[in-house]
């Protein structure tokens, strides 16, 4: 679960990361309204789960409540077209703070890394840009601290990174506090990701939390109540609210080829092939294993909730899932929701034989390989 950075201020400050004083507006009154109570200038940013929000637009100075009460009326409505979100994502609300005059920028970041098993605490002088670019251009920027889940992180670690970083010296005492607390914030949220970039010393010599980012772990939502309002800010996407609202694992991404699979690694080999072949998919879908018809028959529905889909790739290796089900859930598919996007389909596995037999006489496409699948469905798409 991504959440806005208004709200991971709201987190990592009751972990005693100090960040701009500011409040969220939903109006362009109440953005004017926080501009006077700080003093008139201050800074209007697009609450968006997108990257690149200030080459966007998404970022304004304002000198006075009246231009932050403008800044707000832009925004607040509006779609903000991102590197990230080429079809662009709603703005709702606008985070209003003080403008501070930056000294330095830096990066403080945590997440796991999967290969190693571990949490990776991350440090760069190269503060303000995408960490991909910096990771992509400046590898050697990027000092990294593996933790011991048995031990956590040490404060003479979180010193050796900043200090390795370049991190000016008179900043690494409170950019330690800042590191350790960002540690505690993420350990304590059962977090995926937790960032400050950028991590800002002021030309007054304070530190900042300028922006912030954190991303939850979904299946650790139970233990946290504290986030149950978050996660309705959530889900910007409409269908992606709509699959996460039925149980669908779905994830939309901007191409016009609808995928859907069981098992999340058979769905990004598919998603692979499917680009391989020429085409774009539209979306990551996962029926999961041991599918029933109307789970199917539900995913097609909302793969094809996307007016750009013109084609949808089934690929269903039965284990536990049977492949006579998931033909049921996709002929219920086609007749309940007037289908008119041609449909590939691969079946292997428990039961597929009786799954394709099911399948004959109609318009679908058999394939016999995923690969052939991929071919077929650009083919047919184009």
């Known amino acids: 679960m991504k959440i806005h950075e208004y709200q991971a201020k709201e987190v990592l400050a009751r972990y005693g990361v100090t960040v701009p004083r500011g409040r969220v507006a939903s109006t362009p ?3 004017r309204a926080i501009a006077q109570e700080l003093g008139g200038r201050v800074v209007v940013k ?9 080459k966007a637009g998404g970022i304004r100075l304002a000198e006075t409540p009246e231009q932050a009460e403008q800044h707000a009326r832009d925004l607040i409505g509006s779609r903000l077209v991102t590197p990230q979100a080429p079809q662009g994502v709603p703005v709702h609300k606008v985070l209003v703070e003080e403008a501070i005059s930056i000294a330095q920028e830096y990066y403080l970041g945590i997440t796991l890394d999967r290969a190693r098993q571990r949490d990776v605490v991350m440090v760069s002088a190269m503060g303000g840009m995408d960490i991909e670019q910096v ?3 400046h590898p050697e920027a990027i000092v990294k601290v593996w933790v011991e889940p048995w031990q956590g992180l040490h404060p003479y ?9 370049g991190i000016a010296r008179e900043a690494v005492p409170t950019a ?3 590191l350790l607390a960002l540690y505690k914030a993420y350990m304590a949220s059962d977090a995926s990701l937790a960032e400050i970039n950028p991590f800002v010393l002021t030309q007054e010599g304070q530190c900042l939390a300028a922006d912030a980012k954190m991303n939850i772990d979904d299946n650790a939502l139970f233990r946290h109540p504290e986030f149950s309002d978050y996660k309705e800010e959530s889900e910007e996407d409409p269908i992606e609210a709509e699959a996460h609202r039925r149980g669908i694992q779905y994830v939309r991404l901007g191409g016009d080829i609808g995928i859907i699979g069981n098992g999340a690694g058979l769905v990004m080999s598919t998603l692979d092939e499917v680009t391989r072949a020429g085409g774009k998919p539209a979306n990551f879908l996962d ?3 041991g599918a029933k018809a109307d789970l199917v028959r539900n995913a097609l529905e909302i793969v094809l909730m996307d007016p750009h889909v013109k084609g949808v790739l089934f690929n269903v290796f039965g284990g536990i899932t049977r492949g006579d089900e998931v033909a049921k859930g996709i ?3 086609i007749q309940s929701l007037h289908v008119k996007v041609p449909i590939v389909i691969r079946l292997a596995g428990t039961r597929a034989e009786e799954g394709l037999a099911l399948l004959r006489g109609t318009d679908l496409i058999p394939a016999v390989t995923m690969q052939e699948a991929a071919r077929k469905i650009v083919e047919v798409t184009r």
Do not use: C, N, S, W
Not at 157 to 165: D, G, P, S, T, V
């Open 331 to 333: 002929i219920e598919g």
């Open 176 to 178: 330690t506090k800042f």
């Open 287 to 289: 029926i999961g294993g």
């Open 157 to 165: 670690q979180a010193r050796q990174a900043l200090y390795e970083a």
């Open 135 to 137: 990771a992509e251009e």
């Open 46 to 54: 697009a609450q968006v789960h997108a990257g690149g929000r200030g």
């Open 29 to 31: 009154q109440e953005a």
